[in-house]
C-alpha cells in the first residue's frame, strides 16, 4: 500500500536532508505518493506566503507530513515559526511532539512528550504603550486540563509500552504555582489509572543537571511545551548531538495527519555545502513509517542508523551508506 506524504523541505539544509530520507524509505521499501509543498522563509520572502487555510485543508487528505526544517535570517523572528509550524501544529492540533534520544554507547535511551498545543507557545499576551518608556509586555502561558489530561495519557500509554514502565513529569511547580498545580494533580490523578508505571518528579532546573549528569534515569518524561522544547536541545546535545535529534509532531487520535520533522533548524551557515547530518530527518522518516503501520521498515531503517561512530561523511555520503546497509 502506498502512502500520501506531503513533503515541505523549506529551507536551508532541509533541502538537502529531505531527499536523503525519502531515499531511505524507498530503499527500505516502502512506497510513497508524495506531494511537495514549497513553503518557508524563501517561499515569503519571494511572494509573502507562509501558510493559507487552504493548504491546510488539503493536508487533511494526506496521510503524513514529513518537514526538513524551515528559517532565513532575513526574516523577522515569529513569522514563519508562528505562520507556519506552530499554525501546522494547531490546526491540525498535533497535541504531542515525541522526541526519542539515544546514547551513540547506548548508555541512555529515553523519549520526552512535550506538549504541543498549549502554554507559552499559545501566544497569549501582548503589548501596552509600546515604544514608550512605561512600555509593558506580557506572554502568557494557557494551559487546560483537556490540554494537560491527553499529553500526560499519551505518555502514560508510551510509558506502559516499554521495558521500563517509569514516567517522570518535568516541570516548575515551586515557582509556576498556577500551571504546575494543574499539571502535577492532572498527572497524579491519571497515574492512579497505571499502578504498573512508577512515577517521579524533576523541577525543570534539575532536570538539566540530570540531563548531563544522569541521564539513564529517564525512561519517558512528559512536560510542558517550552520545557520541551529547551530540554530537547539538551537532550539531542548528550545524545550524539542535535543532527541525531528526530521528532514527531503526532496527533494520536489520528483525525489529522502527523507532521515528522529533525529537531534541528535550517543551518544557513553550512547549508548547500553537503554537510549537514541527515540522520535527524533519517530518524523522523522512521518515526513517519512506524506511525503508518510500517513498523518493520521503521526497525530497519533505525538499526542501519545505529553505529553512529561510522556514519560520517557527507550529506549523501551517509544517506548511501544508510541505504547500503538496509
Ligand atoms: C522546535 C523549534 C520550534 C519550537 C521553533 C522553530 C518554533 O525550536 O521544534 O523545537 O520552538 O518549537
Ligand atoms: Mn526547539
New binding site residues.
Given amino acids: 500500500m502506498s502512502h500520501r506524504i506531503g513533503v515541505i523541505p523549506g529551507d536551508g539544509i532541509g533541502h538537502e536532508v529531505i531527499p536523503v530520507a525519502l531515499n531511505v524509505i524507498r530503499a527500505a521499501g516502502v512506497e510513497l505518493d508524495c506531494v511537495d509543498y514549497d513553503l518557508g522563509g524563501a517561499r515569503y520572502l519571494r511572494d509573502g506566503v507562509v501558510l493559507d487555510d487552504a493548504t491546510v485543508e488539503e493536508w487533511r487528505g494526506l496521510d503524513a507530513l514529513l518537514l526538513g526544517a524551515?528559517?532565513t535570517p532575513d526574516v523577522p523572528p515569529g513569522v514563519?515559526?508562528?505562520g507556519l509550524?506552530?499554525k501546522m501544529?494547531f490546526d491540525l492540533d498535533l497535541y504531542v511532539?515525541q522526541r526519542p534520544f539515544l546514547a551513540p554507547d547506548g548508555s541512555h535511551d529515553f523519549i520526552v512528550i512535550r506538549e504541543?498545543t498549549e502554554g507559552t507557545?499559545a501566544g497569549e499576551g501582548g503589548f501596552l504603550r509600546k515604544n514608550t518608556p512605561f512600555e509593558v509586555a506580557t506572554q502568557g502561558s494557557v494551559n487546560t486540563r483537556h490540554g494537560v489530561e491527553r499529553c500526560v495519557r499519551y505518555a502514560f500509554e508510551l510509558a506502559r509500552s516499554r521495558d521500563r514502565k517509569h514516567l517522570t513529569l518535568v516541570h516548575k511547580t515551586n515557582v509556576l504555582t498556577f500551571a504546575g498545580d494543574l499539571w502535577e494533580r492532572t498527572f497524579n490523578e491519571v497515574a492512579a489509572e497505571y499502578p504498573d508505571v512508577s512515577t517521579a518528579y524533576n523541577h525543570v532546573d534539575a532536570a538539566c543537571i540530570y540531563f548531563v549528569e544522569d541521564p539513564k534515569r529517564y525512561d519517558v518524561i512528559v512536560t510542558d511545551?517550552?520545557f520541551g522544547?529547551i530540554l530537547?536541545?539538551l537532550g539531542g546535545a548528550v545524545s550524539g548531538g542535535i543532527g541525531f535529534a528526530s521528532?514527531g509532531n503526532l496527533n494520536p487520535d489520528r483525525t489529522s495527519p502527523s507532521m515528522f520533522?529533525p529537531?534541528h533548524?535550517s543551518a544557513p551557515d553550512i547549508a548547500g555545502q553537503n554537510k549537514a547530518n541527515p540522520v535527524a530527518a533519517i530518524l523522523s522518516a522512521a518515526m513517519m513509517l512506524e506511525f503508518l503501520g510500517e513498523d518493520a521498515a521503521a526497525t530497519a531503517i533505525r538499526k542501519a542508523c545505529s553505529d553512529t561512530e561510522t556514519l560520517t561523511g557527507s550529506t549523501t555520503e551517509i544517506g548511501d551508506l544508510v541505504v547500503a546497509r538496509l
Avoid: K, M, Q
Fill in positions: 524551515v528559517g514563519i515559526e508562528r509550524l506552530l501544529r511532539n504541543n507557545y511545551n517550552l522544547d530537547t536541545d521528532s520533522e529537531v533548524g
